[in-house]
């Protein structure tokens, strides 16, 4: 497995913003109109960003984590971080319009972590979505007015323009998963306990981090609850756990001028100290690191 994992080379925004048919905005933001240009690796790659992408013609073919995605005119698909994209081709009238957003940035953007969470749930498990015509020229209109606006160099409230600008696009994909939800078919057993998990997970991280308090809560074994939230989203309830409490400790770093004791108090770390090796442990920076970045 680790042999395997090594493998995997990774693709950041940096190597992105070396295609010539694209604008970014420093290393947190790539738009481009042209993804039918741009140099796809053959070979497995996991992604350092989120993609946004919508396919305006033709086809695009991709495997997401090993499961075979079909793109097709009108689809808008949504990768977030750390999945492994492979086996990448489109074919020659493939047209579309592509986001690349730094996780970083992501983080700066969210005020609340249940603003978007709906959005990058659900597109784990349904990575891809039909869009109706009113709702692509609405994605259509929001790559336009932050494309003109990445480029307004001289705007001296540019960044926070497209902060805004972003932020209010996620609220209109989340609308549309709501409405995809509607009519989507019914959910799976493990599904529905991966769903209340995440959603128990949203509103009581910050309390409670025992997987055993969470399978009690639905009413299952601890051992049910590991297996069934990792068949479904390939982590255990233990790594969706650290990684809301990540955001959390993200959102409050880039959007609050609370102190690093503050935050560790507010997010019931036994001390300052554990915070900030729990932090590290993960990011590979400290708080005020991170901070600062």
């Given at each position: 497995?680790?042999?395997?994992?090594?493998?995997?080379?990774?693709?950041?925004?940096?190597?992105?913003?070396?295609?010539?048919?694209s604008v970014f905005l420093d290393n947190d933001l790539l738009l481009t109109e042209r993804i039918n240009e741009a140099p796809m690796p053959t070979e497995p790659r996991k992604m350092n960003f989120i993609i946004i992408g919508?396919?305006?013609?033709g086809e695009i073919v991709y495997q997401l984590d090993g499961q075979k995605m079909?793109?097709?005119?009108?689809?808008?698909?949504?990768?977030?971080?750390?999945?492994?994209?492979?086996?990448?081709?489109?074919?020659?009238?493939?047209?579309?319009?592509?986001?690349m957003v730094s996780v970083n940035f992501f983080?700066?953007?969210?005020?609340?972590?249940?603003?978007?969470?709906?959005?990058?749930?659900?597109?784990?498990?349904?990575?891809?979505m039909r869009l109706e015509p009113k709702e692509m020229e609405t994605f259509k209109a929001y790559f336009?007015?932050?494309?003109?606006?990445?480029?307004?160099?001289?705007?001296h409230f540019r960044k926070n323009l497209i902060r805004t600008l972003l932020l209010a696009m996620f609220y209109d994909l989340s609308n549309i998963i709501y409405r995809v939800q509607q009519h989507d078919k019914p959910r799976t057993r493990a599904e529905a306990i991966f769903t209340d998990f995440i959603r128990m997970v949203e509103a009581n991280c910050r309390v409670?981090?025992?997987?055993?308090?969470?399978?009690?809560?639905?009413?299952?074994?601890?051992?049910?609850?590991s297996e069934t939230v990792k068949n479904v989203s390939r982590k255990t309830p233990n790594e969706w756990i650290d990684n809301y409490i990540l955001m959390e400790v993200r959102v409050m770093l880039k959007n609050t001028?609370?102190?690093?004791?503050?935050?560790?108090?507010?997010?019931?770390?036994?001390?300052?100290?554990?915070?900030?090796k729990f932090f590290k442990d993960h990011l590979g920076l400290s708080p005020s690191e991170y901070r600062e970045s």
């Open positions: 497995m680790v042999k395997e994992q090594l493998q995997i080379k990774e693709t950041d925004l940096e190597k992105a913003k070396q295609w010539s048919e919508l396919c305006t013609e079909n793109i097709a005119p009108g689809d808008i698909l949504v990768v977030s971080e750390k999945h492994i994209v492979d086996s990448y081709r489109h074919s020659p009238d493939m047209k579309g319009l592509c986001m983080h700066e953007i969210i005020q609340n972590i249940k603003d978007v969470s709906s959005l990058f749930l659900f597109a784990r498990s349904h990575p891809v336009q007015v932050i494309q003109k606006k990445i480029g307004d160099k001289g705007n409670e981090r025992r997987v055993g308090w969470y399978a009690q809560q639905l009413k299952i074994t601890p051992k049910y609850l001028t609370k102190s690093i004791k503050e935050i560790a108090e507010e997010l019931n770390f036994p001390n300052q100290s554990f915070f900030g």
